[in-house]
């Protein structure tokens, strides 16, 4: 499992992380949305888990990994980090602390500060034998991982020394056997992947932060009150005690640190330990000192402790409890002590392991940077925000694809300005759109209102018409038929009316007959209009004009009951006319041949029209 890991559920896109990731170690592609981690370059600062609000990044945990080592027939010794006086403050007495870790399963529970003791010595002959070469001390693991992955050049500058970790874990080993299985329980993360570099006698089996001690506590219900005291198991450390603190390892080594005839600068922090390594490549035959170098504030704020912990209260804790440790300290033990384990091969070799990324095209860079709008200021520092020194730096890191645009705030700002710009835009848009909307609808409800207005006199009309007039479709389905129409047809078809008034959707195959409903099958199709087309049903002569009113789609008929006296009358009337037009035709031919024969049958004719055209004589006066 990786060192440090992220989980998308819990992460609110803050890219907080990869702002603060000392060597951009955490990316965000251009098509992602959650960052991720880069493995092979994290170098463990643990800077990330401290800046990660909702608690999405989390370290590799190792609390399995002790309770198997516990579970087993070896021996397992505890080596804690000097830093637990400013961790562990809650528990009264560091005895009873010992004590409560005893009470886990370890067989064995040691303080690093002896190992400290032992590679302070180293330090002091390495500083104060100048050879012509200056040095980085190599205690801090993040410091060590962040010179062989982005400074290899560097490596040969680090201290050949082991940290004091694997000088106890030797230490123990020389004790109690090479079999021993050894366990560090410290402030920090790296020290995981640093526990794993060794095979011989310093090697690390698992490494416990102080968070996942506590967790341990708990998980088996172990507290102060149940456990007696207990003393570190010897070699006990001297002014090792004070190695969280980043000057302490000076202090243990007694190496001069002040400004007149000191030769070592200490430097700690994200912030000052990139500054220092920069200065070191760059300017050491001019600075000409080792250098002392912490990432975090010393051990004391390690990402493994608890969070929240203040920097100068957790001091005061060391520096307190390193008195009360030397009050009455046995100075010969120690010193036979660390004449004994003094011959331990403290040495140590680093290994270069290159994660700096290829340079990007400039005009790869020139286009990100005309992107972001900041072509023009590229020599300027930047704001910061997206977490690079200056814009060109995350140009750079846009074009190796660790970054994306959208992290630039101005940028970022820039188009949501513009964003905000077109939405209101579109809103005015849309007011207007509304307005010409609620108009239309306005104009649209009169119309509607007129059309139904004029259906209602159409239909009133229609009703009142003595001839029989039916709508219908395509389908030869009724779409309106007046009272005529209705009275003309069979019983059954008025009882539907009953249910379904005006017909309407009634099928008209269904109430007229194949000869008379063809005809409206033939205008349809043919979209040919009848008129005045004479068809019996039901022993009635009907006359019938059928025409279209939308082609092929509705047509409309017209029909006359020829029976009823007015239209038997009217139509007598203009049928004789015919007749007689087509006669006169015939007669005015034939007058040619028979001379005056023919204007005697004229007036005949005329005698039967004007005998029609006569009104009737009303009833009560007896005819
Ligand atoms: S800091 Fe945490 S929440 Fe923010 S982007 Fe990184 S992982 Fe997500
Ligand atoms: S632990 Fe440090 S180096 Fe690794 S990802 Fe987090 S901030 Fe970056």
Known sequence: MALINIDNEKCNLSYSCVRICPVNAIKVEAHQDYPEVM?????????????CSPGAISYRDSKEDAKTLLGSDDKVAAICGPSISGEFHDITDYRKFVDMIRALGFEYVFEASFGVDLVARKYNELFNSFKGKYYITANCPAVVSYIEKFHPDLTDNLAPLVSPMIATAKVARKKYGNKLRVVYIGPCIETKKEGKRYRDDGRIDAVLTFAELRELFTEYDISEKKVEFSDFDPPIGYKGSLYPISTGILEAADIDQS???????TAEGRNGMLEAVNQFEKQIDNIKKHFNLFYNEGCIMGPGTSRGGEKFRRHALVVDYAKRRLKNFDVKKWEKDMEEFGKLDLSRKFKKDDQRLPFPDEDKIQEILQVIGKENNVDEIGCASCGYTSCRDFAVAVARGLAKTEMCLTFTLKNRHDYIRTLRETNQKLAETQEALRKSEKNARREQQLARESFETTHTMLEKLPSSVVLVDNELKVIQANKSFINMLDEEARMIEDVIPGLEGADLKTLLPYNFYNLFSYVLNQDDNIVNRDVLFNDILYNIS??????????????????????????????????????????????????????????????????????????????
């Open 259 to 265: 400004l007149l005839d000191g030769n070592v600068i």
């Open 546 to 623: 059928i025409f279209t009113i939308r082609k092929n789609k509705i047509v409309g008929a017209v029909i006359r009951d020829l029976y009823v006296p007015e239209v038997r009358k009217e139509e007598v009337i203009k049928r004789v006319t015919d007749v007689i037009d087509k006669n006169l035709e015939l007669v005015q031919k034939i007058g040619f041949l028979l001379g005056e024969g023919a204007s005697e049958t004229e007036a005949m004719l005329n005698s039967i029209i004007e005998s029609y055209k006569m009104p009737e004589k009303p009833e009560e006066d007896g005819e």
């Open 39 to 51: 493995h092979n370059a994290c170098i463990g600062c643990g800077h990330c888990l401290k800046v």
